[in-house]
């Protein structure tokens, strides 16, 4: 016990140094818009309809607090109509409530006003009890758990629609990407309160699951009224390629223009932080140039990702190019639903008050000071 405690004390320390060293440092982050320039880029028309139910939904299922307000403030109706552009009204309603709904569900573990923050048993329990009640929301057990948790007892709004929209094998595949989602945040949780900064490898590996993308992919096709892809569909290398891809970008950006809230809240585990931890030396109290370093490998990995999955969408495409109209017309869309899902994420990520960024612009550039 007691090495476990001076190896958790360590731990500690080098994050805490780690911490330190980032404080007050300058980031440059470049115009990331002509990056995405070839891929859509639209809002949807329904944007201030949502914005409208958004806020009534969050009063009805929240009450009076700092985290309604903080919620309310982040423009989750812009989030919704970027990420979903092409979505009818009651689809994009839907997506939106369960990207909100992922967000509220997270920060009762992952962050330091929730209720489980630092109670790992009380976090696993309502793990068991979240993936217990989406099972019987979407149809898939007849066991209703009966949870006492308000935030999970809301997702039925989700499940139930999804329900009604899915078949059982693809209600199976949306449980299977939340189940990931949801199994990923204890690895999550675990890195943070061992104190341990993980490597990059050790972080995308969980990162890839705890940014819950993977479950909002499998609502693409929900968002598009009339499209039914075969479920094969999804095991298709190509579209997990794809997937992975999509992925990564919302990851990466999200770790670029979130970083000042992230560092506010004292917690290193994303990109910046590790990057700096991994090639720079922090100990002598300031990270100097690293971090703008770490800055520019995000941006090339953002690069990167996007050119890989243009190869991969132009790969999926040609396989279906013998294929009937509709369902051509449906891979398309469905690839075009992926991209938005990034470029969505770049404009709500610039223009929500939640990252605080919007007003750090300087010409095409963000410069914030940690």
């Known amino acids: 016990m007691k090495a476990s405690n001076a190896h958790d004390t360590r731990s500690e320390a ?3 140094t780690l911490l330190l060293s980032l404080k007050g440092q300058m980031i440059r982050i470049p115009n990331l ?3 995405f320039r ?11 309809r949502l914005r409208g139910d958004v806020k009534d939904w969050l009063n009805d299922i929240l009450p009076p607090s700092k985290i309604l307000k903080a919620l309310q403030a982040s423009d989750f109706g812009l989030f919704g109509a970027t990420w979903w552009p092409f979505a009818d009204f009651e689809q994009l309603k839907i997506v939106t409530f369960f990207a909100i709904w992922l967000f509220i569900w997270d920060d009762e573990i ?9 109670d790992h048993h009380a976090a696993q329990l309502y793990r068991e009890e979240t993936l217990a009640y989406i099972r019987f929301s979407l149809g898939l057990s007849n066991l209703d758990p009966e949870p006492s948790n308000e935030i999970i007892l809301t997702f039925d709004t989700i499940g139930s629609a999804v329900r009604k929209a899915y078949s059982p094998e693809k209600c199976h595949m949306f449980y299977e990407e939340l ?5 990923n ?5 675990a890195f943070r309160i061992a104190g341990a900064i993980p490597t990059i490898e050790e972080y995308w590996r969980y990162r890839l699951g705890s940014s819950a993308v993977y479950s909002c992919l499998a609502l693409n096709e929900f968002s598009w009224s009339g499209m039914d892809l075969p479920v094969e569909f999804y095991s298709d290398e190509d579209v997990r390629t794809m997937f992975r891809y999509t992925n990564v970008l919302v990851v990466a950006v999200n770790d670029l223009l979130s970083v000042k809230k992230e560092i506010k809240r004292n917690a290193i585990d994303s990109l910046i932080p590790i990057l700096v931890s991994q090639f720079g030396d922090s100990s002598a109290g300031s990270c100097g ?3 703008q370093i770490a800055v520019d490998e995000v941006v090339t990995i953002i690069d990167e990702s996007i050119k890989n999955m ?9 396989k279906y190019e013998h294929a009937d109209e509709e369902t051509r017309v449906q891979v398309r869309r469905f690839v075009d639903g992926c991209k938005a899902y990034t470029t969505g994420n770049l404009t709500w990520s610039l223009e929500t008050d939640r990252y605080g960024v919007k007003n750090s612009r300087v010409g095409e550039e963000v410069v914030i000071v940690l």
């Open 289 to 291: 140039d690293d971090i």
């Open 310 to 318: 243009d190869h991969v969408a132009e790969s999926l495409t040609s």
């Open 33 to 35: 818009k002509p990056l």
């Open 185 to 189: 945040t204890k690895q999550e949780e």
């Open 38 to 48: 070839h891929w859509p880029t639209q809002t949807s028309p329904h944007v201030d």
């Open 14 to 16: 080098i994050r805490d």
């Open 179 to 183: 189940r990931f989602y949801i199994e």
């Open 110 to 118: 992952d962050h330091s006003d929730g209720a489980m923050w630092d």
